[in-house]
């Protein structure tokens, strides 16, 4: 993440809104426990639109002509609120999201109304804000605003501002004596929500906002994340103000939060919030828009273990898709459709960054492929890595339909093959397989899918199952037999198959399954529960054979069991498997369980 002073934009998350983002042919969901007539859950599904921030931050040529970030503007705005409407809005994009810098001037001077509150640049914004709402609702679309937490210090006038309909409150009712400072850069002072006049300062701004008209605030800078911890800027007690703040005005507007949100409070995000962003910006802030190493691929690390925080109300936002532009997107094709793929998958908000005047052919069939937005929009949960985060990766998803949505993932720089074993979705025999981006029946597979990517590349498919399903031997890491190395011991795990696990697996902590037994020698996919609240590598090995390292991805916290399977070559008869944390730390082991067959 870049670090933005006070004096630049802040490096935001996102902006963009919804309260429902639909994908053109998909029917509206009605939860299971509403009824049909009742009123649409907020959030029911990722929101779909625009945001002005990838072009406002991008160094490529004549984006920003004016100066940094000089490309939001109401005209520039207003052009792409048409594209939108012309060209993505049949397919579910709806929300035109207008990121930081709105109230500030090309020298990021700010304006504020006689509240504190902030009011559109002139220069921007000549018609003020309200007016472009106005246009963007006239398309048919909703309206996106952007805000940073905390008062900015601008606003402050030393602490003499009126708050709007508190008598007697000022700035200096609502902020700690000390003038502590908040956010991911620090630019605002933190709010005091014990002191009464502070939940009126926030009442007036969303009084505002929904006075315009606007259907979606990203709140940005947000801690516990954004870089920063601690006390100053844990701003929980913010984001509860603020949907207290929305739900008076009685207009549904859609609180999204950023950025790198602490996965630590995912209850108190999921409770005040419909969405927050999992990561830094995904742009490169560089001479394109993004770039694959700055930041595309880190999701593929961060976003596992929040997979399961995602749902009908609130999603994991893993920033802007851009995808449509080309050369101006700063990826390969095959980077392209891995993006898109990773964020369909996991089911993000699916807002583009894109010039929506210039997308390339290619950018279109991507943003407008109606079965790949089906799966991020439709009612599967979002997928998860079914194998360890190797550079190939194979990402899976169980449908309602007993169907799966399965990904195949090449995030080496060579080109590579990737298998998808069935096994590894709980299956073998035969299975029919759809991919996706190519609106293609690929006919039966039998235990298996291999692809040849080429680098960065990847492939979506429906894998529709014909076998029977998978027999397993299972084997806990903490039965008796069990041999344990270096500082690995068994703990209390209530989560844990057994109620136990094997832990402290670190600097040469070993865990060695010593009674193994198949009845066939051969290669055996074995599935692994575990439980690690951060990524974490391991060396697997069988009897004497070689060893193999793996990075096993975060199951979010230490209080969830996750499950990835791993090849290991077995002889007929008893085997030993062996963990082995090597230098670093291991994930704890819960169990094994092992194929009654080979691969």
């Known amino acids: 993440m870049r670090s933005p002073s006070s004096s630049v934009p802040p490096a935001r998350g996102f902006t963009a809104a919804v309260v429902l983002a639909l994908t053109a042919g998909l029917a509206t969901a009605v939860p299971a426990t509403a009824h049909a007539d009742s009123p649409p859950v907020p959030a029911a599904k990722p929101f779909m639109g625009w945001s002005s921030w990838s072009m406002q931050s991008s160094k490529y040529p004549g984006l920003n002509p004016d100066g940094d970030y000089s490309y939001l503007t109401e005209a520039n705005v207003l052009k792409q609120a048409d594209a939108l409407a012309a060209k993505l809005k049949p397919y579910g994009y709806t929300y035109v999201n207008i990121d930081s810098g709105w109230w500030r001037d090309k020298d990021w001077k700010p304006e504020f109304d006689a509240y504190a509150r902030q009011q559109a640049d002139p220069v921007r914004f000549p018609h003020g804000m309200k007016a472009v709402a106005d246009h963007i609702h006239g398309l048919g679309l909703k309206a996106g605003i952007y805000l940073p937490v ?37 630019s605002a002072y933190k709010l005091d929500f014990g002191k009464p006049c502070t939940q009126k300062y926030v009442d007036s701004q969303a009084q505002l906002l929904a006075s315009w008209g606007y259907d979606f605030l990203k709140l940005d800078g947000v801690g516990p994340g954004s870089f920063k911890s601690g006390e100053n800027y844990d701003n929980v007690a913010d984001v509860a103000a603020w949907q207290k703040a929305i739900a008076a005005t009685g207009r549904p507007i859609h609180l999204e939060l950023s950025w790198s949100l602490d996965i630590g409070h995912a209850a108190d995000w999921k409770k005040y919030s419909a969405g927050w962003r999992v990561d830094t910006d995904v742009e490169c802030y560089c001479n394109t828009l993004v770039s694959w190493e700055n930041s595309v691929d880190d999701r593929f690390t961060d976003t596992p273990g929040w997979t399961k925080h995602a749902g009908p109300g609130g999603w994991n936002d893993l920033d802007s898709l851009d995808v449509g532009n080309g050369a101006m997107d700063g990826l390969t094709k095959a980077e392209r459709q891995t993006y898109a793929t990773l964020w369909a998958i996991a089911k993000s908000p699916l807002y583009t960054g894109d010039d929506l005047t210039k997308l390339d052919d290619y950018g279109v069939k991507l943003l407008t492929n109606r079965e790949v937005i089906a799966v991020d929009q439709g009612d599967s949960p979002s997928a998860r890595p079914v194998t360890p985060s190797d550079p190939q990766q194979v990402w899976a998803a169980k449908n309602p339909n007993g169907t799966y949505t399965v990904a195949l993932f090449n995030l080496a ?22 991919d996706l981006w190519n609106h293609e029946n690929l006919g039966s597979y039998k235990n298996r899918i291999t692809e040849a990517l080429p680098a960065h590349g990847s492939r979506l498919f429906t894998v529709t199952p014909h076998g029977s399903a998978l ?43 010593t009674d193994v037994v198949v009845d066939r020698p051969g290669t055996y996919l074995i599935k692994v529960a575990y439980v690690s609240g951060d990524p974490r590598p391991v060396n697997v090995s069988a009897n004497s054979g070689a060893v193999t390292r793996h990075s096993f991805p975060s199951t979010g916290d230490w209080g969830t069991v996750e499950t990835v399977s791993v090849p290991v070559t077995l002889k007929a008869g008893s085997n030993t498997v062996t963990f082995d944390s090597g230098s670093d730390y291991a994930p704890d082991i819960d169990r094994i369980d092992v194929p009654s067959s080979p691969r």
């Open 471 to 513: 027999t397993t031997t299972g084997y806990e890491a903490e039965a008796g037999a069990n041999s344990l190395g270096g500082r690995a011991s068994v703990a209390d795990c209530s989560v844990c198959s057994g109620g136990k696990k094997v832990g402290d697996l670190y600097v040469g902590g070993t865990l060695r399954f």
């Open 150 to 186: 905390g008062l900015e210090k601008e606003a402050y006038g030393d602490g003499k501002v009126p708050v709007r309909h508190a008598d007697g409150c000022t700035t200096a009712d609502i902020v700690y004596g000390d003038l502590r400072t908040t956010n991911g850069w620090d």
């Open 413 to 434: 720089d060579a080109p590579a093959a990737v298998t998808a074993d069935f096994s590894s979705l709980g299956f073998t025999g035969k299975a029919s397989v759809r």
